[in-house]
C-alpha cells in the first residue's frame, strides 16, 4: 500500500491520500478522541500525541496538529492508517447519521443519561449490560429529543436479538425528555470481545466458581 | 429479520428424546441386548436405535430446529412441520422396535412392523431434511458450522436410505439383488453414516459456534476449521460411497473403511486441536458447567479414537467394535448432548419468559435459571459410569456394566430432574424475579410472547 502525502493551505495540516475510498461521498470532521469512538481509523489517529483534528473525506484523510512537528509525525501516521487499511476494520462503526457537529449540550446530556439506562438491559447469556459489554455503538440525539441507537448483538441471528433491541427502546423511551427511539441493528462491524469495557473484561476474567 | 425466534417443538423433542434415553439406560442396566446378548442380536439392535433414533436424532433434530436459524441468521423455513415430524419420528421408531421384538420372539404377528417403521421413519426424517435444507438453501455463503450441518443432514439422507434398505429385507419386501447384497453387507457404512456423519459432524459443527459462543472465545473462521470439515466429509464420502463402490464389486468393504478411518483421524486431530484453542482463548476465565462438561465429552470423543486406533494396532478393532460404539454415544455424544442441554433449556426458558420483559423491569440471567452445585455431582458420576461401563464392555465384565449402567440412569435423572426444575423455574428463590407480566412455563411446548 503507498499512501500519498499532500501539503494544504495550512501549515499544521497534512492530507493523507491512502489510494483507496475513505469514506464515500461525503466528509467528517472529528475534533475529540470522544467524537472519534465512531471510527477505528480516527480512534487510532488520535492516539497519536499532538493530534488535534482529523477530517475523513472520500478519498483522503487530513490530520492537523497542535505540538510536535511533521518530521515526528509524519511516519507515525503514515503507520497508523496503513495499519487501519490493512487491518480490514471500517472506517466508521455505524452507517448512521452523525450530527455530531449540530449537538449541542443538551443532546449531550440526553444521549449520557440514555447511556446510563441502557445499562440496565443485560444481555441474558453472558448476564451484563449491553452498555458495557460493547455492544451499544451509537446513541445519537436530535435537538427534538428524538433518539437514535444503534447496537449489535454478540450473535448475528440470536434468538434474544429482538428481545435485546425491544428492551433498548423502552429503556431508551423511560428517559426523560426523550422523543422516538429508534434501535437500529448492525453487525458492521461484527461484536468482538475486543469492544468490551475494561470493568466487563475484568469481570469475566475474575469470575469466581459459586459466583451466583 | 435480523433476530430468529423460539423454535415452538424445540422442548417436546427434548422431552421425548430424554425419555428414550432413560428408557435404553434402563435396558442396559436390565442385561437387555449387548453385551447379555450378541452384538447383532435383535434385542441389540432395538437397543442402538432407541439411543440413535430416540435419543440422539431426536435431540439433534430438536437442537438443530433452533440452532440452524441462528447459525444463518434467518428464520426457519416452516413452523408447523416440526410435530408431524416428531410424531412420524417417534411412530416410526415404535415401529421399528416393535419390528425388532418381532424379530427377537418376543411377540409375533401375520405381518411385520418393518414396512411401516421404514415409512414413518423417511417421513418423520424427510420432513426435517426438508425443513432444514430450504433453510440452509436460502443462505449463501454459508457460514462454516452450517456447513457441517448439511454435511450432517446428507449422511442423514445415507443413514435412513441404508436403514430402509436393512429393515424392508428383515420384512422381506424386497427381492432386489443388489438391495439384499446391500442389506447383508453395509452395516458397517449405516453405522458410519448415522454415527459419525450425521450424528458427530452436526455436534461438532454446532460445537464450534456454541463453545465460542459460551466461553467468550473469538470464533474459529480460518484454515483448520475449514480443513476439519473437508477432511471429514472427503472421509465420510470414501467410507459410504466408496464402500457401496466396492459391495457392488462384491469386494471386501476393509479399503473403505481404513482409508476413511485414516482421514477421519486427521480431522478429528485438527478438530481437537481447535477446540483446545477455544478453551485456551476464552475470555470467560471460570467456566460455566455446560462448557465444563463439554470437555468430558471431547476427552471421551479423543478417548475413543485413541481406542480405535489401540484396537486396530492390537488388531482387535472387530471384537471390541461394541465398547468402541458404547463410549462414542453415551461418553461423547450422550455427554455432549446432556451438557448443552443444561444450558440450552435454561437461554430459550429465559427468552420465552422474560425476554418481553428484558429493559422494562430487572430480570434475573440465564445462569439465574440453574443451580450448577446441585447438578455438577450427578455430570460427574454420569461421565465415571459411563468410563466405567466402557471399560466393563473391553473387560467383557458384563454385571459390571450393567451396575455401571444403572448409574448412568441414576445419574441421567438426576440431572432431567435439574433441567425440569431449571425449565419451570423452580430455582428462582426470589419473588421480585417473577416481574409482571412473567408466568411459568410450559413443560413442553416454548410459547413465545411477542416483544
Redesign the interface.
Same mark, same amino acid.
Given at each position: 500500500m503507498f499512501i500519498l502525502t499532500e501539503e494544504t493551505t495550512d501549515p499544521n495540516s497534512l492530507r493523507f491520500l491512502p489510494g483507496q475510498p475513505v469514506l464515500r461521498n461525503r466528509t467528517l470532521e472529528i475534533r475529540t478522541r470522544k467524537e472519534a469512538a465512531i471510527s477505528p481509523l480516527a480512534d487510532r489517529l488520535f492516539q497519536i500525541q499532538g493530534i488535534s483534528t482529523v477530517v475523513l473525506g472520500p478519498d483522503h484523510v487530513t490530520v492537523t496538529k497542535h505540538e510536535s512537528d511533521w518530521q515526528h509525525l509524519k511516519p507515525v501516521i503514515l503507520g497508523a492508517i496503513m495499519d487501519h487499511f490493512v487491518s480490514g476494520a471500517p472506517v466508521l462503526r455505524t452507517a448512521a447519521p452523525l450530527p455530531i457537529a449540530s449537538a449541542g449540550r443538551s443532546t449531550d446530556v440526553l444521549t449520557g443519561e440514555i447511556r446510563e439506562a441502557l445499562r440496565r438491559v443485560i444481555d441474558p447469556e453472558l448476564g451484563y449490560n449491553i452498555v458495557d459489554l460493547g455492544l451499544v455503538y451509537d446513541v445519537v440525539a436530535a435537538d427534538n429529543g428524538d433518539v437514535v441507537v444503534t447496537m449489535t448483538t454478540t450473535t448475528p441471528g440470536c434468538p434474544a436479538t429482538n428481545y435485546l433491541s425491544e428492551g433498548a427502546r423502552a429503556c431508551a423511551a423511560s428517559v426523560g425528555g426523550t422523543g422516538n427511539v429508534e434501535v437500529r441493528l448492525t453487525y458492521e462491524p461484527k461484536w468482538s470481545i475486543e469492544l468490551m469495557s475494561d470493568d466487563a473484561r475484568n469481570h469475566f476474567a475474575a469470575q469466581r466458581r459459586g459466583r451466583r | 429479520m435480523? $433476530?430468529?425466534? +423460539?423454535s415452538r417443538w424445540t422442548m417436546s423433542y427434548f422431552a421425548a428424546a430424554l425419555c428414550f434415553l432413560i428408557g435404553a439406560e434402563a435396558l442396559m442396566a436390565a442385561g437387555y441386548g449387548f453385551p447379555s446378548a450378541p452384538l447383532r442380536a435383535p434385542e441389540t439392535l432395538l437397543l442402538v436405535h432407541l439411543v440413535a433414533i430416540g435419543w440422539l436424532s431426536l435431540l439433534v433434530c430438536g437442537a438443530l430446529l433452533?440452532f440452524v436459524? /441462528?447459525? /444463518?441468521?434467518?428464520p426457519l423455513h416452516n413452523d408447523t412441520l416440526p410435530l408431524p415430524a416428531l410424531l412420524f419420528l417417534i411412530a416410526g421408531l415404535a415401529g421399528l422396535l416393535g419390528g425388532f421384538l418381532q424379530l427377537a420372539g418376543t411377540f409375533t404377528a401375520n405381518f411385520s412392523l418393518f414396512p411401516f417403521a421404514t415409512a414413518a421413519l423417511a417421513t418423520g426424517f424427510g420432513l426435517i431434511l426438508y425443513n432444514l435444507g430450504r433453510t440452509l438453501a436460502a443462505v449463501r455463503p454459508l457460514p462454516l458450522a452450517a456447513r457441517f450441518v448439511g454435511v450432517a443432514l446428507i449422511s442423514l439422507v445415507a443413514t435412513v436410505a441404508l436403514g430402509g434398505t436393512f429393515a424392508l429385507s428383515l420384512g422381506l419386501t424386497i427381492s432386489n439383488p443388489l438391495a439384499l447384497k446391500i442389506a447383508s453387507s453395509a452395516l458397517p457404512l449405516h453405522v458410519v453414516a448415522g454415527v459419525g456423519g450425521w450424528l458427530t459432524f452436526a455436534a461438532m459443527g454446532v460445537s464450534y *459456534?456454541l463453545l465460542a459462543?459460551?466461553m +467468550?472465545a473469538?470464533e474459529l473462521e480460518g484454515g483448520r476449521p475449514h480443513m476439519v470439515l473437508w477432511l471429514g466429509t472427503i472421509a465420510l464420502a470414501v467410507t459410504i460411497l466408496g464402500g457401496l463402490a466396492l459391495l457392488i464389486a462384491d469386494a471386501s468393504l476393509s479399503p473403505a473403511l481404513l482409508a476413511g478411518g485414516i482421514l477421519s483421524l486427521a480431522a478429528l486431530g485438527l478438530y481437537g486441536a481447535d477446540v483446545l484453542y477455544l478453551y485456551r482463548a476464552r475470555? *470467560? *476465565?471460570?467456566i460455566e458447567l455446560n462448557s465444563e462438561m463439554t470437555a468430558f465429552a471431547l476427552v471421551s470423543f479423543a478417548a475413543a479414537a485413541i481406542l480405535a486406533l489401540a484396537l486396530a494396532g492390537l488388531q482387535r478393532f472387530s471384537g471390541q467394535i461394541g465398547a468402541l460404539t458404547f463410549l462414542v454415544l453415551f461418553g461423547w455424544l450422550t455427554g455432549l448432548g446432556l451438557a448443552k442441554l443444561y444450558k440450552i433449556i435454561a437461554?430459550?426458558t429465559?427468552?420465552e419468559c422474560?425476554?418481553?420483559v +428484558? $429493559?422494562?423491569t &430487572?430480570?434475573p *440471567? /440465564?445462569?439465574?435459571l440453574v443451580a450448577e $452445585?446441585r447438578a455438577r455431582g450427578w455430570f460427574f458420576l454420569y461421565y465415571a459410569a459411563t468410563w466405567v461401563a466402557t471399560a466393563a464392555l473391553l473387560a467383557s465384565f458384563v454385571l459390571l456394566f450393567r451396575l455401571a449402567a444403572a448409574a448412568m440412569m441414576l445419574a441421567t435423572v438426576a440431572i432431567i430432574i435439574q433441567l425440569i426444575r431449571t425449565r419451570l423455574l423452580l430455582n428462582i428463590h426470589d419473588l421480585a424475579a417473577f416481574p409482571a407480566g412473567v408466568h411459568r412455563p410450559h413443560l413442553l411446548v416454548c410459547v413465545p410472547e411477542s &416483544?
Open positions: - | 435480523l $433476530g430468529t425466534t +423460539l433452533q436459524p /441462528v447459525i /444463518v441468521a434467518r *459456534r459462543m459460551f +467468550l473469538p475470555t *470467560r *476465565r471460570i437461554f430459550l429465559w427468552l422474560y425476554g418481553p +428484558l $429493559g422494562k &430487572s430480570t *440471567r /440465564v445462569q439465574d $452445585g &416483544s
